[in-house]
């Protein structure tokens, strides 16, 4: 199995399971987890982005050569909840290489870490709430 599809579900009454499997996922062999896989792509659509997730995703740049994160906003409400720390993320690990992130609503700190990923070829900000400083970064990765 090379590609993982994830659709998260709703749930009010119990811990997200959809972030316990990304944990496995990227957790070393030795704490039970998939992290040395030979993975090609992620697909994962996301309901509601909390802290939990921006913490888990700059440990998935290390792992998925294509990584599609549709949605990926805090909540329709919300829409800049979800702030990643860049300084999370290591440029020598990342292998990401197609980054597609349609309809993302992230707050400004959270987008500098595109310029992080050296290994990016194509980008999809489609729909996508992007800052203006970060326009020519977008169109420069548009391949």
């Keep these: 199995m090379d590609t993982l599809l994830i659709h998260q579900t709703p749930s009010r009454t119990t811990r997200d399971e959809t972030i316990a499997l990304l944990e496995k996922l990227t957790s070393a062999p030795r704490d039970g987890g998939w992290g040395n896989r030979l993975w090609k792509r992620l697909h994962f659509k996301i309901l509601d982005v909390g802290d939990e997730f921006a913490d888990l995703f700059p440990r998935l740049l ?49 987008w500098q870490f595109l310029p992080l990923i050296t290994t990016l070829r194509t980008l999809d900000v489609s729909n996508a709430a992007v800052p203006g400083e970060f326009q020519p970064l977008f169109l420069s990765t548009a391949l």
């Design 62 to 110: 290390p792992i998925f050569p294509r990584l599609h994160l549709h949605s990926l906003k805090s909540s329709q409400f919300l829409t800049n909840l979800f702030f990643l720390e860049p300084d999370h993320i290591d440029p020598s690990s990342t292998i990401v290489q197609h980054l597609n992130l349609p309809d993302a609503r992230l707050s400004e700190r959270a």
